[in-house]
């Protein structure tokens, strides 16, 4: 299949490996997109990148990493930089690096994870600098699939349950959270179906994952649920 997976690893540092899946007929475009993002220090200690390179270019999925769930005076001024250095500004930088191969791709996508664009006052009075920074993120698609509409599909994806994560379990809710959650799997799945799709008729779309595997005939989520039949949880901005 022609995907490719960009996710976060917090303290990422150059000592740390990671995979990344490479088409033996040309390694460059892939070398050439990590070396740039190894070459900011902020996005080297956020990223990990999964590739799959088909043809001249690769399809690619983001999912940047940085969550801070708090109201605005107790959002320090360097935290709030942080969020949206590696949220809205990763998005741009990452996507900014991928795009000359993406150009050169037969069927190029970028998919990043970022809800749907809203500016329902409730979601920023909650938390202020994290909604920025995600909005930020949704943005940039919105941005970048007109700029690039008919030459690459740009579109974001968005649980619409919590996700059995270990953001969830370690920084939003623990173990009573991720009972209420979903797997990775449905995430997974979802983004496949977006890259799959030709590029032509596919773009400027905000994707909840239910609703796309729902296009693709899958009305029993269930196997997904960590606990099945027990309540889930809906995620943010949904």
Excluded at 137 to 160: C, D, H, I, T
Excluded at 190 to 197: E, G, K, N, T, V
Excluded at 204 to 231: K, M, N, Q, S
């Amino acid at each position: 299949s022609s995907l490719a997976f960009l996710s976060p690893l917090l303290a990422l540092t150059r000592s740390v490996s990671f995979p990344a899946t490479i088409a033996p007929r040309t390694p460059k475009p892939v070398r050439e997109a990590l070396a740039f993002v190894m070459a900011d220090d902020l996005l080297r200690r956020t990223f990990i990148v999964f590739t799959v390179v088909k043809g001249l270019g690769f399809p690619w999925q983001t999912a940047l990493g940085a969550i801070f769930l708090a109201g605005t005076l107790e959002t320090p001024v360097k935290r709030f930089d942080l969020v949206h250095q590696i949220n809205a500004r990763g998005a741009f930088v990452v996507s900014r690096a991928c795009l000359p191969h993406l150009l050169k791709s037969a069927n190029p996508h970028v998919l990043s994870i970022s809800p749907p664009l809203s500016l329902d006052a409730h979601w920023y009075a909650r938390h202020l600098a994290y909604t920025m920074s995600k909005m930020g993120m949704s943005l940039a698609v919105l941005g970048l699939a007109e700029e690039f509409r008919g030459r690459v599909a740009v579109n974001a994806l968005w649980p619409r349950t919590t996700i059995d994560t270990a953001a969830v379990r370690n920084l939003l809710g623990g173990e009573p959270l991720a009972r209420r959650s979903r797997t990775p799997a449905i995430m997974g799945d979802a983004a496949r179906a977006i890259l799959l799709r030709p590029q032509a008729g596919c773009t400027g779309r905000f994707f909840l994952d239910e609703e796309v595997l729902r296009e693709e005939g899958i009305t029993d989520f269930e196997p997904y649920a960590v606990t099945p039949g027990g309540p889930l949880q809906t995620d943010l901005f949904v």
